[in-house]
């Protein structure tokens, strides 16, 4: 059974700090999701990982995947309060099943 | 193009009842997905069809069917409903699986009672 382990579940910072969500699979994957959800809403999509190396970034979020670590990274540089929200990654396994990890709550502060 | 849309946004069920969450996409995806929500957590994969007449199911799928007639729509079907499927269901569609970005729909609230 896949495994999918965020950390840290709750993150505060102030307005201007970096910070690092980690996202830790049990078994083998080569293909991982990132998805940002607002309260009370659907999710979006924020990155495809789709190979060991992948690195993307999109304004202030910078994402990676280390397939042999089984390790995906989300980077924040320099938060700022609209990226306060739940931040979940998502390991694909079987071809076409996704296994969510509990998610990440960003608050960013003024 | 309105992308996913699901009906209804909210439902309250007694126990016992059935009803069916309606999923419709108009981007010609051929992947559709159903998911669940619980309080504080992540989502989990109900079923899942990969084209028209194809559905296979996910992580927790009992207790739920679904059926797959046109590339659309994509319909999840509650029997005997219990309150340990109170959740937010969310349906989702990608053009070609899972190497691809999904679209999830607004979601359906459902409290059973």
């Known amino acids: 059974e896949l495994k999918v382990e965020q950390n840290p579940l709750f993150l505060s910072m102030q307005e201007g700090k970096n910070y690092t969500i980690y996202c830790n699979y049990s078994?083998?994957?080569?293909?991982l999701y990132w998805y940002r959800q607002d309260p009370g809403k659907s999710l979006e999509s924020l990155f495809v990982?789709?190979?060991?190396?992948a690195v993307k970034q999109e304004g202030r979020l910078m994402a990676s995947l280390d397939t042999k670590a089984r390790l995906s990274t989300l980077h924040i540089t320099a938060a700022v309060h609209d990226l306060s929200a739940t931040y979940f990654c998502?390991?694909?396994?079987?071809?076409?099943?996704?296994?969510f990890g509990g998610g990440t709550r960003l608050m960013v502060k003024p | 193009n309105a992308g996913v849309t699901q009906t209804p946004k909210f439902r309250i069920l007694k126990i016992g009842q059935s009803m069916t969450l309606q999923c419709t996409q108009d981007?010609?995806?051929?992947?559709m997905y159903w998911y669940r929500q619980d309080p504080g957590m992540g989502l989990k994969l109900i079923y899942y069809?990969?084209?028209?007449?194809?559905?296979d199911k996910g992580e927790v799928p009992n207790g739920y069917n679904v059926s797959r007639s046109t590339t659309e729509d994509f319909p999840l079907r509650l029997e005997l409903a219990a309150p340990s499927q109170t959740s937010v269901y969310f349906c989702?569609?990608?053009?070609?699986?899972?190497?691809?970005?999904?679209?999830f729909g607004p979601g359906t609230r459902l409290l059973v009672l």
């Open positions: 989702a569609s990608s053009p070609q699986g899972l190497t691809e970005t999904q679209y």
């Open positions: 078994t083998t994957s080569d293909r």
């Open positions: 990982l789709l190979s060991n190396g």
């Open positions: 998502a390991v694909v396994y079987a071809g076409n099943m996704l296994t």
């Open positions: 981007m010609n995806h051929n992947y």
């Open positions: 069809s990969v084209g028209a007449g194809i559905t």
